[in-house]
């Protein structure tokens, strides 16, 4: 099943069909046992035409997030703690990356506020202070208020590998800026674990073609699901849930670089695609 936020509401599609669900997007998604919530919903409420889905979903489609903060993993694929190694060669801390790697604990850190997420279709910013800027593919998570996995969405960590390459202390500003990350375009809900074998593709284009792209599976992260939630919740309370980005699994080469105008398409079995235009706050000259 998946639900989508939109413009006028929240579309549930099930089997093929869709409807409209007359609820609050926190309330919804933080109750006990969605799953299972909404097979009843999708019994008790007549679908809506095709016609009028597909117009629902070619309008606008809002990032799955309601009030809840976005977290986010980090070094939980090989492939990222290579990356983060390098890019902080010089600056002296490259050990630290291979640490938290192998380290029982590891690497959390706060994300975005839900004004500072973008939906599916929107633009995503690179800071103009960082001269290397590049998406990071991510699985995220919906975890309810209790701590439990209810739902799986796409997630793009946006990162200025060059801040932080610079100084670890710089993550936050690395990390942290207006539209560094996007999420969507639906919410997955399923009883049953997402599985490990899940593809995980992304592709840049620039100018109608295609500058990078790449794929992997899930199952090459090292930590498990649970046990970065556990972490996670382990001295934080999350009222109405919380999204937490899992690592990133793909990472473009040191050559390359994200301008304004590139399209990052990022793909995951089962969830869909989630696609988001490069831009530049206009705020910020």
């Known amino acids: 099943m998946k639900l989508y936020k939109i413009a006028k509401g929240i579309l549930l599609e099930h089997h093929d069909a869709a409807y409209i669900i007359d609820d609050e997007w926190d309330s919804l998604i933080n109750r006990d046992d969605l ?47 290579d990356a983060r190694m390098e890019e902080s060669e010089t600056s ?40 290397w800027n590049v998406p990071e593919p991510e699985l995220t998570l919906f975890i ?29 500003q690395a990390k942290i800026y207006e539209k560094s990350a996007a999420i969507g375009p639906c919410l997955l809900v399923t009883a049953e674990p997402i599985s490990a074998d899940a593809v995980i593709k992304m592709v840049i284009k620039r100018n109608n073609e295609i500058a990078y792209e790449d794929a992997t599976t899930i199952s090459r992260m090292k930590r498990s699901l649970n046990e970065l939630v556990g972490y996670l919740y382990s001295e934080c309370d999350f009222p109405a849930g919380a ?43």
């Open 243 to 285: 999204f937490l980005m899992t690592g990133t699994c793909l990472v473009p080469p040191p050559t390359f670089t994200l301008q304004q105008g590139d399209v990052v398409e990022i793909t995951i079995d089962g969830i869909g695609t989630l696609v988001n235009t490069i831009g530049l706050n206009p705020k910020h000259k």
């Open 144 to 172: 309810n208020s209790k701590g439990i996995i209810q739902g799986y969405t796409i997630g793009n960590d946006m990162s200025s590998r060059s801040i932080e390459g610079e100084n670890a202390l710089y993550l936050p």
């Open 92 to 131: 002296g801390g490259a050990s630290l990356y291979d640490k938290v790697y192998d380290a029982p604990r590891p690497e959390l850190f706060f994300k975005a506020t839900a004004q500072r997420v973008s939906g599916h279709g929107a633009e995503v910013y690179i800071r103009k202070d960082s001269e």
């Open 35 to 81: 799953a299972s919530y909404l097979q009843l919903i999708s019994a008790d409420t007549t679908a809506i035409s095709a016609e009028v889905k597909k117009e629902h979903l070619n309008g606008q489609i809002l990032p799955p997030v309601g009030s809840q903060e976005v977290w986010a993993a980090g070094v939980t694929y090989l492939k990222s703690r």
